[in-house]
């Protein structure tokens, strides 16, 4: 157990619809992470937030969308979703906002059917 | 986004040898990391560099920072049935959006016993 939380661990889901992703990084960490990671384009980074507030971005879609609330958990919204949005979605943490030794969950993956 | 050129795709070897793979960029990074994934797992950070010229050591694993800052390897020694998984480089870089890594396409490696 890494200490990073991801709900849910599987999800199936029709095309058009949308989704929320849950994150509780580990204690004491206050930056979480989003990526992506699909067959063919490997680990991409999506959105950091840091202490409630948006970080970095990085490729993520217009329909995608995340937050992160006061006790530090996050979730990342997807919408409008499509076949290719299918992959495994990891969120990881760490404690400070330049700290490169991310804590990875065991992320969530997403199948649009 | 830009990705890492992580080499070989795969490997597969016999208990007991040795491994190497690396990773190399166009561009220049200020830190290397390697991770290791395991099915039904994200990510984990093996070996951390810093400096450009490091050579870093954790076990069995050992991994070095290119002196161009534009490459790292990672070696395996004396391999065993549990370095089974997919090895991923990363890195990160300096500037605008410096807090996201990004990833190699990972180095997946099979030991056979």
């Known amino acids: 157990d890494s200490g990073v939380t991801q709900t849910p661990k599987h999800l199936i889901t029709a095309t058009g619809q949308r989704v929320t992703l849950r994150c509780s990084p580990r204690?004491?960490?206050?930056?979480v992470y989003w990526y992506q990671q699909s067959l063919d384009q490997g680990l991409q980074f999506l959105i950091q937030y840091y202490n409630g507030e948006e970080r970095a971005k990085g490729n993520i879609l217009e329909r995608f969308s995340a937050q992160q609330f006061p006790d530090l958990h996050s979730e990342l919204n997807l919408s409008s979703l499509e076949l290719g949005d299918s992959a495994l979605y990891f969120c990881?943490?760490?404690?400070?906002?330049?700290?490169?030794?991310?804590?990875f969950g065991s992320g969530t993956r997403l199948t649009v059917v | 986004g830009q990705q890492l050129n992580q080499s070989p795709q795969s490997m597969f070897i016999q208990e007991g040898e040795d491994v190497s793979m690396n990773c190399t960029s166009s561009s220049i990074f200020n830190t290397w990391l390697w991770y290791k994934q395991e099915p039904g797992e994200g990510p984990v950070l093996l070996i951390a560099?810093?400096?450009?010229?490091e050579l870093t050591s954790n076990g069995r694993l050992t991994a070095q920072f290119g002196i161009t800052r534009k490459d790292s390897f990672l070696n395996i020694s004396a391999s065993i049935p549990s370095d089974v998984g997919i090895y991923f480089c990363?890195?990160?870089?300096?500037?605008?959006?410096?807090?996201?890594?990004?990833f190699g396409k990972g180095t997946k490696l099979s030991v056979i016993p």
């Open positions: 204690s004491g960490d206050l930056s």
């Open positions: 990363a890195g990160q870089r300096s500037g605008a959006g410096s807090y996201q890594l990004t």
């Open positions: 990881a943490s760490s404690v400070s906002d330049t700290n490169y030794g991310y804590t």
């Open positions: 560099l810093y400096k450009a010229g």
